[in-house]
């Protein structure tokens, strides 16, 4: 029960909030030079686009100033996201990936005279990019639980407690956990179902 | 941490259990998102159309010196496109353009404001290095000054040799500039003069 001090409390905004307004509007709002809808578009995706720079570049410090450049990138180019060809998260992503694809490839002509020789069993680059691709789809796709269901999701996955823990901790019932828990892997089931296959 | 798909979904048969334990497995697998960093606890401030103002009455040449001063000051990415002709440019202040994910990373322009005359006129010089050359008929590149959800107001067309050479045109436009305007250069296809077509730099 230990990890439970260190949890947030169960009524905190998650981080990004779920403010209502699309990422579309938000990159509209952007492309206008509104900063407050910068700085909403920030607090939503600092945390997968980090995620994403981590697994691809395995570099902290790297990592962190792609997500600085992703965000200025997102800033000179959010005029450029056509609304009609489908919606913000997509063409986020793609944004975020190739300041994260640059700052790779800086990387590799800066230390290519010391690349290994011998292939290792590490995963590749193509690996690491499927593997960060499906875990941004897997955040989206929680983020757009409804509150109820990503609380308990985040909880059982990536908190450390067990579900009985769970239970005493958001003052339920075990069975209220049980059910919650189905019905939201039943939800990302369907928005995921294309990563299922 | 619960990794137990059995003991978190223990009444559920069939192929609806194994669509649950796929995305069981995703979660697993997809792990927690990374705390930020304390560098990345906040935004940085977004990249501004900020002008930096040159001192009054300076020619060219001087106006040359304050942009490299500019741009050593302000990391770089200063065009300026004065060659050193005989055709004085007073400019008061320079703004600088970056690429968008439609152009190529090393496409830059900048824009050399000169003094606003009697009427309220003024010239720009704009430096575009970088963009490619256009093959269609009838299609050109255009400056356009953007002032929030307003007005997207056009400030001039131009074409390029090629992303090898650098390429300074003069507008004169009468437009206010204030804060939080943007320039944005784009691609326009033949037929497309009202709006901004493809939008490939951007302050």
Known sequence: MQAIAALPSPTDAPPGGHDGVSDGDLLR?????????????????????????????????????????????IWRSAGSYR????????WLYAVARNAIVDRARARREQTFAEAPDEPTAAPGPAERAESAYVSWRVHRAVEGLPDHERELVELAYWSG????????????????????????????????????? | MTRDFDELVDDVEGEERERLRRVHDLLVAAGPLPELTQ????????????????????????????????????GGGYLVGHSGGGDEFAAQGVVSLQSTVNAPETARASI?????????????????????????RFSYYRLWLKKGERATLPCGDFVVEGPEKRTTVRFTVSYKVDPGDRWIVAYQPPGEHEEPGRILLST
């Open chain 1, 29 to 73: 709002r952007i492309a206008d030079g509104d900063t407050a809808a910068f700085e909403i578009l920030y607090r939503r995706y600092a945390r997968p686009v980090f995620g994403l720079a981590l697994r691809l570049l395995r570099d902290r410090s790297r990592a962190e100033d792609a997500v600085q450049e992703t965000f200025a990138a």
């Open chain 1, 83 to 90: 609304p009609e060809r489908g919606p913000g998260a997509p």
């Open chain 1, 161 to 197: 407690l067990s579900q009985s823990e769970i239970a005493e901790f958001l003052d339920i019932p075990l069975g209220t956990v049980k059910t919650r828990t189905r019905s939201a892997l039943a939800h990302l089931a369907d928005v995921l179902e294309d990563d299922l296959r």
């Open chain 2, 39 to 74: 560098k990345l606890e906040h935004p940085s401030a977004p990249p501004t159309a900020d002008i930096v103002f040159f001192p009054k009455r300076r020619h060219a040449a001087a106006a040359v010196a304050a942009a490299a001063i500019a741009a050593a000051a302000f």
């Open chain 2, 112 to 136: 050399e404001l000169g003094e606003r005359d009697a009427a309220g006129n003024f010239q720009m010089a704009v430096t575009v290095a970088g963009l490619p050359k256009l093959k269609r």
